[in-house]
């Protein structure tokens, strides 16, 4: 299974499609997710690579970057880029009876990361400050969002966050970790690391401690 750099050439389509809302500003107006969705169905996709300013741009292109990659790297470019945009597509198909208009990755993100919870729960990620394994980090991203969800549900939103929206994408990608996590064979664990030719190591272990 090649590696193809995938997740990094995402960021590039997202970096590539943020220069176009700067130089053709009203463009943003018809990629956004809002009511017309229903009837212009490409804003379920287009919303996903649009973002709302700089700062939005760069926390969902670190977090593409780092999970993108590491996902990439277990299952697959194809199936990578799957969960990408069906967690995406899904949470929008969400966020559409909650929001009056939402933009950005995060909820193609939260599926990846869900996925990554699935597949690889001891994955350790620096989050809040210190290493921490992903299910830690995603239970504590999943109660904030959880928390701005509640205030947004009652009318007290504690910002413009779409909590909804990272909410569903990680379901989403949840059921796409267990579709893809490894199956344990009969009588067999699986192992995750780094096959070694054991005469290999005999032989390094002749010719450098003897």
């Not at 993108?68 to 995406?88: D, N, T």
Request: hydrophobic fraction near 55%; charge should be positive.
């Amino acid at each position: 299974m090649k590696y193809k750099f995938y997740a990094l050439k995402l960021c590039v389509v997202v970096f590539v499609i943020f220069l176009v809302q700067l130089l053709i500003p009203k463009s943003t107006e018809y990629l956004i997710l809002n009511e017309f969705a229903w009837v212009q169905i490409w804003r379920f996709i287009t919303a996903i690579f649009v973002h709302g300013n700089l700062l939005h741009l760069l926390y969902n292109l670190f977090a593409l970057a780092l999970f993108g990659s590491i996902l990439e790297k277990l299952i697959g470019r194809k199936s990578f880029i799957l969960v990408f945009l069906v967690s995406g597509v899904l949470s929008n198909l969400v966020s559409v009876n909650f929001y009056e208009s939402s933009l950005g990755a995060s909820g193609a993100i939260f599926g990846v990361i869900g996925a990554l919870i699935i597949i690889r729960p001891l994955l350790f990620v620096w989050a809040f400050g210190i290493p921490m394994p992903i299910f830690i980090a995603g239970t504590l991203w999943a109660l904030g969002d959880i928390l701005g969800a509640y205030g947004f549900l009652v009318g007290n939103p504690m910002d413009n966050t779409g909590n909804i929206a990272h909410l569903s994408g990680m379901l989403f990608g949840f059921i796409f970790g267990m579709i893809y996590k490894p199956r344990k064979k009969k009588g067999k664990s699986i192992k995750w690391g780094i096959a070694m030719d054991e005469k290999y190591v005999r032989d390094w272990e002749d010719r450098n401690f003897r």
